[in-house]
């Protein structure tokens, strides 16, 4: 029998794919920001200089950012005998980048300017948790607490370019889903799509530990560090990766849920469907578990782990054992950490480590002596700010198109 193969539908030729012009003019719009914002007021030459862009492009460039005072004038250079040339600065506070982070049982959030500095904060409870079974109520209030920071942003005159939350959870990325965030009750959560159709402002959704890593990197370690690990502890548990300078989120945004790492054998012969088996131990309600296993008293919230961590302080035996086992599985975490990625340094943050890290970090790094190749640097930082410094930097950067950390 004869084959006869189906013809073939005929296709158009492919078209190589250029950049518009529009693409190339928001390129050179960047370019021109980030070196004024890096390197303060200069003159039009200087920065023809340091752009390499033409003296044209400049000049319609900067005109159409002084139309939308994203950049001003400011002083005058130095007189070298002729005319001292007009220097151009950026203007920071002529836009805001609204940051949230959203906290155990608490909404953070900051009005920033456009150089990642904090011009408000505001907090608030938040109600509704996962195991109420309220993700819609929990994702009304994340709505109305970001539509009050925009308002604060017009009221300072600097209407808001972008919003940037931090979620503890699984988030995709660009398109704004949180996948997976047990705290918050949420899955396939479109907080990026209802933010923008709210405020009327591009949203980008990122794992908050991600956000920490990023600003720890930037701000809480000396420059230079290429491979930095932020551990933060609080109702769950996770990790965030800056590896070679960049930060690495993984397939789906997924790495460094560290939280679902199996602690032991008996872990294979059980699902977790919710939090992981790490942060079932070490997370709030496994420490609150283990705090009333002991015969301590089982208090709503962090008061349990607060009086844990006093007691332990005082030398109370039954606190001070306690504390021992929960170092040692942070230590185990550490050292599984470090073989694997070897960072030159392992921020810890959340309230455990808030609450009791002088206890908890001296004997984490202890117990590690000797036992791995290369002990990272330990150091314990304030996870709640970084969050939101981190938030605000991510958002300006996304909608920039810098390239910077971000994949």
């Given at each position: 029998?004869t084959?006869t ?15 518009t ?6 390129v ?16 039009r ?9 033409s ?15 994203l950049?001003?004038?400011?002083e ?35 009005v ?18 996962a ?6 109520t929990?994702?009304?209030q ?13 009221a ?6 972008a ?16 996948e ?6 949420w ?5 990026g ?16 530990v ?15 560090v290429?491979?930095?690990?932020a ?10 990766l ?12 997924a ?5 679902y ?14 939090f ?18 002991h015969?301590?008293?089982d208090?709503?919230?962090?008061s349990?782990?607060e009086?844990?961590?006093?007691d ?12 021992r086992?929960?170092?040692d599985?942070?230590a185990?975490?550490v050292?599984?950490i ?11 943050g ?12 001296p004997?984490?790094?202890?117990r ?7 002990v ?7 996870s709640?700010?970084?969050?939101l410094?981190g ?17």
């Amino acid at each position: 029998m004869t084959r006869t193969d189906p013809p073939r539908r005929s296709q158009a030729p492919s078209r190589r794919r250029t950049a518009t012009t529009r693409m190339v003019s928001q390129v050179n719009r960047t370019i021109l920001l980030d070196t004024l914002r890096e390197s303060g007021p200069m003159s039009r030459q200087r920065i023809i200089d340091e752009t390499g862009l033409s003296p044209a492009t400049v000049n319609r460039l900067l005109d159409a950012l002084k139309a939308e005072n994203l950049v001003t004038d400011g002083e005058r250079e130095a007189s070298r005998g002729g005319r001292p040339a007009q220097l151009v600065r950026f203007n920071a506070q002529a836009q805001s980048i609204l940051a949230l982070a959203l906290g155990s049982g608490t909404l953070h959030g900051a009005v920033c300017d456009l150089a990642g500095n904090i011009r408000e904060r505001h907090s608030l409870p938040l109600r509704g948790k996962a195991q109420d079974g309220e993700p819609a109520t929990v994702l009304e209030q994340v709505i109305a607490f970001a539509t009050g920071l925009a308002q604060s942003a017009h009221a300072l005159g600097a209407p808001p370019r972008a919003v940037a939350v931090g979620v503890p959870g699984v988030a995709t990325g660009q398109d704004g889903f949180v996948e997976f965030a047990p705290a918050l009750g949420w899955s396939s959560m479109p907080l990026g799509a209802r933010l923008t159709e709210e405020l009327g402002v591009p949203a980008v959704i990122e794992n908050d530990v991600n956000l920490i890593a990023l600003a720890a990197h930037r701000h809480a370690v000396e420059p230079g560090v290429q491979h930095l690990v932020a551990l933060v502890a609080d109702v769950g548990v996770g990790a965030g990766l800056v590896l070679g300078g960049r930060l690495h989120r993984g397939r789906l945004g997924a790495a460094g849920e560290v939280g679902y790492l199996l602690m032991e054998r008996r872990s294979l012969d059980r699902t977790w469907p919710g939090f992981g088996d790490l942060e079932s131990s070490v997370g709030l309600h496994g420490i609150r578990s283990r705090i009333a296993e002991h015969g301590g008293s089982d208090e709503p919230g962090h008061s349990a782990l607060e009086h844990l961590f006093a007691d332990a302080r005082r030398g109370e035996p039954r606190a001070s054992g306690l504390v021992r086992q929960l170092a040692d599985d942070f230590a185990l975490v550490v050292a599984d950490i470090a073989v694997l990625l070897s960072p030159e340094v392992v921020v810890l943050g959340g309230r455990t480590f808030q609450l009791g890290g002088d206890l908890l970090t001296p004997a984490v790094e202890s117990r590690l002596q000797g036992r791995i190749p290369l002990v990272p640097r330990l150091t314990t930082v304030d996870s709640d700010e970084l969050q939101l410094i981190g938030a605000a930097e991510f958002a300006r950067e996304a909608t920039a198109g810098s390239a910077s950390l971000l994949p």
